[in-house]
């Protein structure tokens, strides 16, 4: 049993936290939501006043916040966690944030003796829920190898992408393709539609055809045609619009700063932006298929 603090308890580190719980470690959590923290302390978890009375004694520290602002806010400064985090502590934050981000978290935790990785996710509410994350991670191969076991106990397919930063380029990489296409998905639902065909007839046909994709298998975007999904319940819950806008912008900026094109993914960032613009920030990103069906 690892003595875990759990920083961030949302829509993934919540049911994250709690499969820690479950998997038997000794888990302490903090978040600024006290809603959040009580439903945890409900399942078994222990908690204290601040991120720092939280950190006390853990032997991991595992953060799962919005974005770089907040990753930057709780580990950096002389009230920061890393100051204050005894040498040998791992850290491993699986929140998505920009690659530099990441890079100048881990230069000051190595400074001081700490462990860390980042570890961003992929697979969503329903993976976190599950256990079956995609854990994507950069750092050296010995920290990797610490984290690995306890990654296990939130994930299935647990990567080492190379050094620091590296899982979050990988990270974004994956979420500008998932960006484009769960719009394609919805440009195509749409367009058959509009010509009078059943939503879920042609989702079938699609999957089973060469335009089958994630989005189509497990995330149709249409209300109706698959149980369990953002799209059947009003687009409550998910992936908000607003994190996949963040992580457009995450994928944007880095090209520019790598000159590289990516004309598909521009375009995404612009049509997810158009979106949450509309009043939909607080939406699944299937929602984008509003965009291409206004109600
Ligand atoms: P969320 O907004 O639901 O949760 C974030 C939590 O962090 C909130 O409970 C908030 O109160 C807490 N928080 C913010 N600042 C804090 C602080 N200083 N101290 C303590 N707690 C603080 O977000 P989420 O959907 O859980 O996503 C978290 C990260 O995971 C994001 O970077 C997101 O891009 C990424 N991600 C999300 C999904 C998804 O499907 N939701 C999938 C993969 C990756």
């Known amino acids: ?76 400064g002389d009230d920061g966690l890393l100051a204050k985090l005894p040498a040998g502590t791992l850290v491993i934050d699986s929140s998505t944030i920009a690659p530099e981000t990441a890079r100048g978290v881990a230069e000051v935790a190595t400074d001081k003796g700490l462990d860390f990785i980042d570890a961003p996710v992929s697979g969503g509410v329903g993976g976190a829920k599950a256990g079956t994350l995609t854990f994507i991670c950069g750092g050296e191969e010995s920290t990797f190898n610490r984290a690995k076991p306890i990654l296990e106990g939130m994930g299935k397919n647990i990567f080492h992408a190379g050094p620091h930063g590296s899982g979050q380029v990988a990270k974004i990489c994956n979420n500008m393709l998932l960006a484009i296409l769960m719009a394609g998905t919805s440009e195509a639902l749409a367009l058959g539609v509009r010509n009078g065909l059943d939503p879920a007839v042609l989702s079938e046909i699609m999957k089973q055809s060469s335009g089958g994709n994630w989005a189509l298998n497990v995330y149709n975007p249409w209300p109706g045609v698959m149980e369990g999904v953002p799209a059947s319940r009003d687009y409550q819950g998910g992936f908000l619009v607003n994190l996949m806008t963040k992580d457009l912008g995450l994928a944007f900026d880095n090209a520019v700063k790598n000159q590289a094109s990516i004309p598909m993914g521009a375009l995404a960032r612009n049509l997810f932006q158009l979106h949450a613009g509309q009043g939909n920030g607080e939406l699944d990103f299937s929602s984008i298929q509003r965009l291409y069906k206004p109600e």
């Open 1 to 76: 049993m690892a003595k875990i603090t759990f920083i961030g308890l949302g829509n993934m580190g919540g049911p994250m936290a709690s499969n820690l719980v479950k998997a038997g470690q000794d888990v302490t959590v903090f978040d600024l939501s006290k809603a959040a923290v009580e439903a945890l302390v409900g399942e078994g978890a222990k908690t204290a006043d601040s991120a720092e009375a939280a950190a006390q004694g853990a032997e991991c520290v595992i953060t799962m916040l919005p974005a770089g602002k907040h990753v930057e806010a709780v580990y950096l």
